[in-house]
């Protein structure tokens, strides 16, 4: 019975296409082992791999000498990282890639590095109990036994700087991006509402000679962000207002950003943050907010949709959104001409006017 | 000084193209958070999702009663799995993709979830210490404490019968490759060599009517083969013999079958199992050797290097290898007119004759 059904799919009745594709699990197997490819990456983040490179090439010897790898393994391990485009091989000397050069270097302003480290310390073993927190709803990772999940974050010194540099991380390529897609010319003072470490501050700061901006964030931020923004000797124009967005106003300026917030939050507590923007900003002032948000048919970008099942993982309800979902909720508050504006392979921005 | 090396990367004078691939850490970010979608696929084939829909499509609130998943969750990984095109979604209704339906489905004899149900639950954790395994060398899954990799796994029925069917799926591909990709109509007998529940037997014996085969593998493998033989009712032609090919002589035929096996075990034990294999055949009689096999630069094969670091997590000695390796220990072994035939997008097969 079982081997009738299996011939029966093979019947040549059906057309070429059609058939080849039913007929292969490669697409599924590759996308459920899927995962070795970015924990070789993670790994490699992890051991420095591209810190160590950035000074030249090293080969396969020294490698293992510098980064303490295993000669059972470090040969397998430096060639894969070659096949995913992360390094290149010429005469036996590796070499970073142009972006993991520019972005995997702890050495460098640009580097990414901390979204991933967090991933491969935090998030890659959280995602391991991905089928619980379905069937429960419930977050997988230090808040677990319920709580506050940020608060166990930044009662640690040590953690929240690992978060805030993972939140630079996360920013970087939306930060740079809003700082080339908005008028800022038009505008002269802006708050990035939960600042972190400060990544979209300094790259607005960077970027437009004029701005004047705050980062706003809970308290221990605050040495974290001032030593971060001094790096770049941007301290005369990025200030920090210390403050909760749930208990407090939010600092009045032209603009105010919020970005990777919304999506940390339940449906009543985006109202709420959202209102409190209106509340802080001018007539005729700007909110920007972005994320990686869900394509408005749910359908395609599944960057967004995972990004909510990552909210799943790590807060009691948080998840997130459509552009029409916020657009509703922006509406609701009394913003108005919103408009979209896409930031990145992931990321969008609603920009709306008070 | 940091800020200007930001500035220094930006500047005009580089190709509009190399600008923007080294402007963006898009790239690196989805690679380092690429291990979301594998494991919601996971999750779900955990679940029973692609199961559930096999006699039709259900709306969400249907798949929510019939899966157990809470209702904070469901909404965005049901639409997660749409955006991964393993399902689709029409008119609020979930339905199986065709090739998820013919190989993620249990009732299914195509069924090659097997694989993905033990990386939910062995490999994806596993994988988590793929930092450790890269400085020691050691495996790191139940052998990690030392021993014999398969020794615990061939102990306990229960768990052993899900390893055989995760080599179904792990062979399903490659076995209806190899079923049409050699001239069978030649040789009357094979004997597959680690044969597990007989993936490649069935599908050999299924496609070509005058074969008779054997599954050679350790004895607790008998009465799991058995059962899968006779599901496809082809008991008559297929056999078992139970012996370990490193203690006893492989059993005899035209053609001896050896996949996934030589990337299981160090070169001294691939050399020896080559040996063992030439001894059993006949003059002219043929081995097919076949394995994700890595390309021969050792620079674009992804998978096949990550399968090598697979070995490093799961066996003390094993590692994949190219088809030039294979080739080299083949020759030494006294095998001649030796063939490589791309199978699946990942696994090619070696055909030596002695």
Known sequence: MAGRTVRKTRSRARPA??????????????????????????????????SALAKGPLDQKQLRARLGLHVRAAHDFLDALVALRVLRRRAGRYHNTSDADAFLDRA???????????????LYPFW??????????????????GGDPFAAL????????????????????????????????????????????????VQLALAHRHLRGTGFDLAPVEPIYSEFVRSFGLEARLGFQAGDFFRDPMPQADVLIMGHILHDWNLEQKH???????????????????????????????????????????????FDYTPSD????????????????????????????K
Chains 1, 2 share one sequence.
């Open 17 to 50: 296409r059609t058939a080849r594709r039913v007929h292969s699990p490669a697409r599924l197997l590759q996308l459920g082992l899927g995962f070795w490819g970015p924990r070789a990456l993670l790994s490699a983040v992890e051991l420095g791999v591209f």
């Open 108 to 122: 460098k302003p640009g580097y990414v590095g901390g979204i991933l480290e967090m991933a491969a310390r935090r």
């Open 128 to 145: 391991g109990s991905l089928t619980e927190a379905l069937r429960t709803g419930a977050p997988q990772n230090e808040a677990r036994a």
């Open 154 to 201: 930044y009662a640690d010194p040590e953690r929240l700087r690992g978060f805030l540099a993972a939140m630079t991380g996360a920013s970087m390529g939306a930060a740079r991006a809003i700082a080339s897609k908005f008028p800022w010319r038009n505008y002269q003072t802006f708050v990035d509402v939960g600042a972190a470490q400060g990544c979209v501050p």
């Open 272 to 318: 709420l943050l959202l209102q409190k923007a209106y509340a802080a900003l001018p007539k005729r002032g700007t909110l920007i907010v972005y994320d990686a948000m869900i394509d408005d048919a749910r359908s395609s970008n599944a960057a967004g949709l995972l990004m909510s099942l990552n909210m799943l993982i790590e807060t009691p309800g948080g």
């Open 326 to 353: 916020c657009r509703g909720w922006m509406k609701a508050t009394g913003f108005r001409s919103i408009r979209l504006v896409p930031l990145t392979a992931m990321e969008s921005m609603l920009v709306a006017t």
